[in-house]
């Protein structure tokens, strides 16, 4: 099996930055693409970030485009998601995602999950 355990959440003011880690343990030569996804109070979890097992593709979602940026060091099995210019519609619970396949493509669904971290926004 594969964990997934994020870390980084909290509250921050509009305007501010928070920096998300996942670290992903157990199995870990099953993980190549991973990803983000985050779920707002009432809505469904969306998706939010995704890099290739290389580190070299990035995709991201337009709400996030230009704010968030995501990224990898294979070497501790980790992945990061650096947001800046946070916005009161940020507010979600971050959820760590790993994808059996290299890269990611549009509504690929996860192979594992962490458990979430709260991002919270206030102005």
């Known amino acids: 099996q594969v964990q997934l355990v994020e870390s980084g959440g909290g509250l921050v003011q509009t305007g501010g930055s928070l920096r998300l880690s996942c670290a992903a343990s157990?199995?870990?030569?099953?993980?190549?693409?991973m990803g983000w996804f985050r779920q707002a109070p009432g809505r469904e979890r969306e998706f939010a970030a995704a890099i290739n097992w290389l580190g070299s593709i990035t995709h991201y979602a337009d709400s996030v485009k230009g704010r968030f940026t995501i990224s990898r060091d294979n070497a501790k099995n980790t992945v990061y998601l650096q947001m800046n210019s946070l916005k009161s519609e940020d507010t979600a619970v971050y959820y760590c995602?790993?994808?059996?396949?290299?890269?990611?493509?549009?509504?690929?669904?996860?192979?594992?999950w962490g458990q979430g971290t709260q991002v919270t926004v206030f102005s």
């Open positions: 995602a790993a994808f059996n396949k290299l890269g990611y493509s549009d509504n690929d669904d996860p192979d594992y």
């Open positions: 157990g199995r870990t030569f099953r993980v190549n693409a």
